[in-house]
């Protein structure tokens, strides 16, 4: 038995459970057995996907059967170079490994594009992966090069990174609760070259958003917008989630699993507390289904028809693995496995017969735009790849 059939048989049994099907109308198969042909099923769809630096995975349209392919400038790039690489230290296949191999320098000019506050998603979750593999000089310097271009979109009276360059019109310095997802490639070419200056920005700028970005009930806003003469907000607003007010899921993924990765490397209780707040908030929302898989917004007024978005989920339960191992609250280990048993099952795992470089169907890209609606989308099968190495790492 290889290592993936018997890590999903092991983890089919511990969690097995029945997956609540609020929202959901299919009838699911959550067996060790089903769960193990199927994910082996669509690893190897992955590992067979044509190599091609101008055609990067990055979500599909199963009605038509289109996927849609980016370049290395889409803020998406970085991921499937980076499932490759989580695969092979999932099953120790080495196939897995040449194939990320031939994926991760496709990533490499990302790291002098000043023009993208994305440089930690497009390098590090390729460059990052890959470096936890192989100790390679060449990774260490594209990291430490993202980040110098990184640190070039700081603003010191804002105390933020710029996220956005479009819609000067509407917004003056943009700043998305997405970046601090972006910090980590900052905190680790600090750690990597030992230069203060990486980590020092990230910690302005995990600061800045502790102050600005949440409620009083600990929910985000997904954009913060300010003034680069007095460095103060001048609103508080959104682009992808339902309203201003409301509380867009995956934004409060970002969250979570920003600030406990920030305290990962500070030690900071502040970012510890916050992380703490934001996860309750969501692991007790009222409008969370029972199986963890989030509507898109908390707050859409079409809940219970609304759409889910299993990406929300993988980066929460990938956020709260982590967590759990810093607090031993038992509450996030709970929902965590939760999501991992739900979505190891023929409802969330893409059917075999799709050949497509994808694990997970229903993931919500940008609802508003209605863009990559209830979707296979990369990022997703990111977070739960890391998910289940952080399962297997407790």
Known sequence: MNKVSFFT?????????????????????????????????????????????????????????????????????????????????????????????????????????????????????????ALKVENKPEYKDVIIKGAETLCTRFNEKTGAIRSWDFNKDIWEYPVIIDNMMNLELLFEASRLSSNKKYQDIAIKHANTTLKNQFRADNSCYHVIDYDTGSGLVRKKTTLQGYNDDSVWARGQAWAVYGFTMSYRYTKDPAYLKQAEATAQFFITNKNLP???????????????????????????????????????????????????????????????????????????GNWPKKDEIDEPIVYADYYFLEALLRKKDL
């Open 9 to 129: 048989l092991i983890l089919g049994f511990a969690l097995l459970a029945t997956a609540c099907k609020s929202g959901i109308n299919s009838q699911t198969k959550n067996t060790p057995a089903t769960a193990s042909t199927l994910l082996e099923t669509r690893y190897k769809m992955m590992l067979e996907y044509p190599v091609d630096s101008l055609s990067m995975p990055r979500s599909m349209n199963l009605k038509s059967n289109l996927i849609k392919k980016v370049p290395s400038r889409d803020w998406t790039s970085g991921f499937f170079a980076g499932n490759l690489w989580q695969l092979y230290r999932l099953t120790g296949n080495s196939e897995y490994r040449k194939q990320a191999e031939k994926w991760t320098p496709f990533s490499k000019k990302e790291s002098v594009n000043s023009g993208s506050h994305d440089v930690g998603f497009k390098v590090y979750c390729a460059f990052g992966e």
């Open 290 to 364: 029972e199986d963890g898989i989030p509507y898109w917004d908390f707050k859409d007024p079409s809940i219970p028809n609304a759409a889910r978005d299993v990406s929300a989920a993988t980066v929460m339960a990938s956020a709260l693995y982590e967590l759990y191992g810093y607090t031993k609250n038992k509450s996030y280990l709970t929902y965590a496995d939760k999501v991992i048993t739900t979505l190891q099952s023929d409802h969330y795992i893409i059917n075999p017969k799709i050949n497509a470089p994808f694990i997970l169907d229903h993931s919500t």
